[in-house]
């Protein structure tokens, strides 16, 4: 079964096109990385995890895919922080440096082929200061260094938008500064102020600015030119288009892993699809929390079901209708990520080959002629686990995500697994002397903090749930 052609929105053309890249099987793909100022919030968890989902899927479409996500470590932000703690610029931009690197790890982000950080190519991007000034788009005025966009007739081309429009300083990093030849023209190099970094160049001590970072260390590690450029939706304006130029002339995001499973947060931001505006709310944390708790409580079983047998070598066909259900997956699968990446409309097709696991499980039980279920279920859990993993949902072992995701149920809960063995306990003497009123108290109260109790044959367990709003 081929793949159809991948189609990405284009934010140049404003429209989805068919993928192209400039070397036969091979992507290069430039995406913009935090200012690490403070910790990751969940903006950034969106952003990374689109991309991350576009890194996985390109590999799975058999590219060999050059990725590079920098580090701002130097910028307004990180000065003015580091001047309120008394800290030293460059060593708070890389405690947050590493901060965000365990977030994205946690989330199973790849990491990327390369992490530059600004603080290591100072070369490089005085370099490319000086042939845009060679050009003649750029002009000093003591000791600092401007674009002028007066002199580049495409500046705007990506953003679309009016120079009218534009605020000077880009996105409100730089106030206004009445030297310059047009207010929205900005800064390459910035002339060394008391107590900032500084690095020698020809036009000075200094820094670099914003945009010009990205565009140095683009061309470093991949050239002038290349497939993808990434980033959060608000740097299309100033970030992108100023990156462009230079080129061819909340709610913190650690708190949220500490009361949900981290692939609950991934599996939430791929329900929304990576160009729509996400709406948080713990609401539907608790949805994806639940969601991801079937998914791998479904898995388990299966694992366990499959685990005699494991070491038989079973042979045969799979049933027809289950082979037509994993073709028509693995068909939609295609179609929705070739289309601009649509991972809500995957996750929810997810569910028939997940329902098929469990329907094969129940005819399992006590069935001599096992052959056809067991070849059933390790063909439906392949599959499953494919998909998990190109979408960066697959984790180390089912029996690890569902105990966290019961840990984290627990905290959110405020109860220990201890409290919720003993209510079981106390609700089943209840029931034993038929205090009804008692029991179903209990098991509400439970229900209400997100604790569901299950009866089975063997006596009774608890799950994580969604509590009622």
């Not at 890194?55 to 003015?80: A, C, P, S």
């Not at 019961?406 to 109860?415: F, Q």
Request: hydrophobic fraction near 35%; charged fraction near 30%; include cysteine.
């Amino acid at each position: 079964m081929g793949n159809p052609q991948l189609v990405l929105f284009n934010s140049m053309s404003k429209q989805k096109e068919v993928f192209k890249t400039r070397v036969e099987g091979q992507v290069s793909m430039y995406v913009c990385g935090i200012t690490p100022y403070d910790f990751s919030h969940i903006g950034h968890a969106r952003a990374y995890v689109a991309f991350d989902v576009l890194y996985r899927y390109l590999k799975h479409l058999g590219y060999e895919v050059k990725y590079v996500r920098n580090f701002t470590d130097i910028d307004d932000k990180i000065i003015k922080r580091a001047n309120e703690s008394g800290e030293d610029p460059l060593s708070l931009s890389h405690r947050f440096s590493e901060a965000f690197l365990q977030d994205v790890a946690e989330l199973q982000c790849l990491p990327p082929t390369h992490e530059p950080r600004v603080s290591d190519h100072i070369e490089q991007i005085k370099d490319m200061i000086t042939k845009i000034m060679k050009n003649g788009y750029g002009y000093t005025i003591e000791g600092d260094v401007y674009f002028s966009i007066d002199n580049f007739p495409d500046y705007c081309q990506l953003s679309g938008r009016k120079l009218d429009d534009n605020r000077a300083g880009g996105g409100g990093r730089v106030s206004v500064d009445l030297r310059k030849q047009n207010p929205a023209d900005f800064a390459l190099w910035k002339a060394a102020k008391p107590g900032e970094p500084s690095w020698d160049s020809p036009w000075g001590p200094g820094r670099p600015g914003w945009h010009i970072e990205c565009s140095a260390m683009s061309a470093q590690y991949l050239g002038d030119a290349f497939d993808i450029h990434g980033g959060g939706k608000d740097l299309i304006f100033p970030h992108h288009e100023n990156e462009l130029a230079q080129s061819r002339a909340a709610c913190p995001e650690h708190k949220i892993i500490a009361r949900y499973h981290p692939l609950a947060l991934r599996f939430f931001l791929m329900r929304t699809h990576y160009r729509s505006d996400v709406n948080y709310s713990d609401r539907q944390l608790e949805t994806a929390s639940d969601r991801v708790f079937y998914i791998y409580q479904t898995l388990y079983e299966c694992q366990q079901a499959l685990s005699p047998f494991r070491q038989e070598n079973i042979q045969g066909q799979v049933p027809v209708d289950v082979k037509e259900l994993i073709d028509k997956f693995h068909s939609d699968f295609s179609a929705s990520m070739s289309d601009d990446l649509h991972t809500a409309a995957v996750l929810d097709d997810l569910m028939e080959p997940l329902k098929a696991i469990n329907s094969t499980l129940k005819k399992f039980k006590g069935k001599k002629q096992q052959r056809p279920l067991i070849l059933t279920l390790l063909a439906l859990e392949k599959k499953v686990n494919d998909v998990l993993g190109i979408l960066g949902l697959l984790g180390r072992s089912c029996a690890e995500v569902l105990q966290r995701l019961k840990d984290k149920a627990l905290w959110r809960a405020g109860l220990t697994e201890e409290q919720v063995l003993q209510l079981i306990e106390d609700r089943n003497l209840a029931r034993k002397n038929k205090e009804y009123e008692t029991s179903d108290k209990i098991r509400k109260e439970l229900y209400d903090k997100g604790i569901a109790l299950m009866d089975e044959p063997k006596g009774t367990v608890w799950r994580p749930c969604e509590p009622p709003e």
